[in-house]
């Protein structure tokens, strides 16, 4: 078959004459061709016949070609294909400007040679071809980053399940304690690498919903001062194992503020991480905050090897990290600080680098809004005498090896625990053993997580049961699904015990505080 024969041509004219004049060069050239004499045909037979290319009359009785164009150009199911505009009256300079920004791809006036309308149109739908050819390449990359992302889940999943029982297994070690420093010595190897390994593994996933923009944030009202301590609490592992000091600073205020805790909590991580990465063992990182207005200015500052005046428009690139000769540089994926950034961003606030130069240190100077009128800080021991406040714990998961290093954590700190290997267990034993809190794995095989997180809130005294989801997947999807199935809370594995106890303590606050307000409001009534 002729190759010209794959390419249909749609010609539009209302003259017949010469309509069939058009047609019958392009069908001895071996296109295929099909004819309209209106705007209102034109567009039903784009839907029909398919056309590569539309040689289109200006003049038509119902519709103006210049609006039929625009039409198909504005379609998304047709803007790919051709358009040459042709016109026998409207063959001025200005006409074919106006044709042009009307949507087609190139004007011709006639009387046009047979010669010249047939090279117009190859030159045409050589172009098609380019294009075609992009869009194929474009989807074809479009299925492989949609790959990339499930096999990024996947592998996230994969690694996530054997930290789980490794991180509690660690955490175990720590609590009984050793007085051989040879066996601490290997505890803190093994604590430092199962962190590291974690981390890298979150940044995998980070990646991902950086470059496509899935961050998502569940606000609530909190308190800025708590989060920063609590990022401090979580690096000072970091920061004291290089002898670092580790200098605070806060103001007696809140400093309230509408904010993803998770997410908030994760930029301090990243700067203090950064901070304790770019410096010299045995050197000073500061970390303060004050309040300037409706705004909390967080202050970062180490007395690391600093940021040469080049690197410094070049923080906050993806993948971009300074030499790693220089500090620990190589530690990591270099998407720390872009997503901080990003992060920061979503909160409505910023984040800038500063730096002396080589050896002078750096700092990076975070703000957020807040509102303007905050509470005092509460410097109350409540939550130490919560967390220690003995519980009854059921650990469902499908892992023999994560239900003995995870009870073994419980029982350390007081207690009491029992476990199931599946959901359909799980469902059982809650309603005999009446635990305060369980402790789901949602993946479990049979009955899983979600499934039994239902069946639980349906038994007598349900829903009193703290219920806490903890999956090897960290996508948004996974936090959806535990609050659609009744779950207090979500954690990505591994967890750490003691994230696991603030969670329950601020869900237990939580539901004190809503049970006294709903008393309140009765009594008033």
């Not at 095989?445 to 349906?458: D, F, K, M, S, V």
Request: charged fraction near 25%; proline fraction near 4%; charge should be negative.
């Amino acid at each position: 078959m002729n190759e010209k024969q794959e390419y249909t041509i749609l010609n539009v004219d209302d003259d017949e004459g010469a309509r069939y004049a058009k047609s019958r060069i392009l069908r001895r050239a071996g296109y295929r061709v099909f004819d309209a004499g209106t705007g209102a045909d034109t567009l039903k037979l784009i839907k029909a016949a398919a056309p590569q290319l539309v040689l289109l009359d200006v003049m038509l009785p119902d519709i103006n070609g210049i609006d039929v164009c625009r039409a198909i150009k504005t379609d998304p199911a047709s803007a790919h294909i051709m358009v040459l505009q042709i016109s026998a009256t409207h063959v001025t300079g200005a006409d074919r400007v106006h044709g042009l920004e009307g949507g087609a791809d190139t004007y011709l006036a006639e009387p046009v040679d047979a010669g010249e309308l047939l090279a117009t149109i190859k030159a045409l739908l050589r172009l098609y071809n380019r294009e075609e050819e992009n869009r194929r390449l474009l989807n074809q990359l479009r299925d492989a980053d949609r790959l990339k992302d499930e096999f990024l889940a996947i592998l996230a999943h994969e690694l996530r399940n054997p930290l789980h029982p490794i991180r509690s297994a660690v955490d175990f070690m720590r609590l009984k304690g050793s007085s051989d420093p040879e066996i601490q010595s290997c505890r803190d190897i093994l604590d430092h690498e199962v962190s590291h390994l974690t981390r890298l593994v979150d940044d995998l996933m980070d990646v991902s919903r950086i470059t496509h923009n899935r961050i998502e944030l569940r606000k609530e009202r909190l308190s800025l001062v708590e989060v920063l301590k609590s990022a401090a609490a979580s690096v000072r592992p970091i920061i004291e194992s290089h002898g670092h000091q580790l200098h605070l600073s806060f103001p007696d205020k809140r400093m309230d503020m509408e904010a993803d805790e998770v997410r908030l909590t994760q930029i301090f991580i990243n700067l203090l991480t950064n901070a304790s990465k770019y410096t010299p063992d045995g050197g000073q990182v500061w970390l303060s905050a004050r309040q300037e207005n409706d705004n909390a200015v967080v202050t970062i500052k180490d007395s690391g090897v600093g940021i040469s005046a080049e690197n410094l428009p070049l923080l906050f690139d993806l993948f971009y990290q300074v030499d790693p000769s220089v500090g620990r540089g190589a530690d990591g994926l270099g998407i720390g600080l872009t997503l901080a950034q990003r992060l920061a961003e979503l909160h409505g606030g910023t984040i800038r680098g500063f730096s002396g130069g080589p050896g002078k240190g750096s700092e990076f100077v975070v703000r957020l809004p807040i509102y303007e009128n905050s509470a005092d800080a509460d410097s109350s021991d409540n939550d130490k005498d919560m967390a220690a406040t003995s519980r009854r714990i059921l650990v469902a998961d499908d892992s023999p090896l994560t239900i003995k290093a995870v009870s073994m954590v419980w029982r350390s700190l007081g207690h009491q625990v029992e476990s199931a290997p599946d959901g359909l267990s799980a469902v059982e034993l809650a309603a005999s053993y009446h635990p305060d809190v369980v402790v789901l794995d949602v993946g479990m095989p049979g009955l899983n997580g979600y499934e039994a997180c239902q069946r639980i809130r349906t038994q007598p005294g349900g829903q009193d049961v703290v219920l806490i989801a903890v999956t090897g997947w960290g996508h948004d999807e996974a936090r959806r699904n535990a609050d659609a199935a009744g779950f207090d809370g979500l954690l990505v594995k591994p967890v750490r015990p003691e994230a696991i106890l603030q969670m329950v303590d601020d869900i237990v606050k939580r539901r004190g505080s809503e049970t006294s307000i709903e008393r309140h409001s009765a009594a008033d009534n």
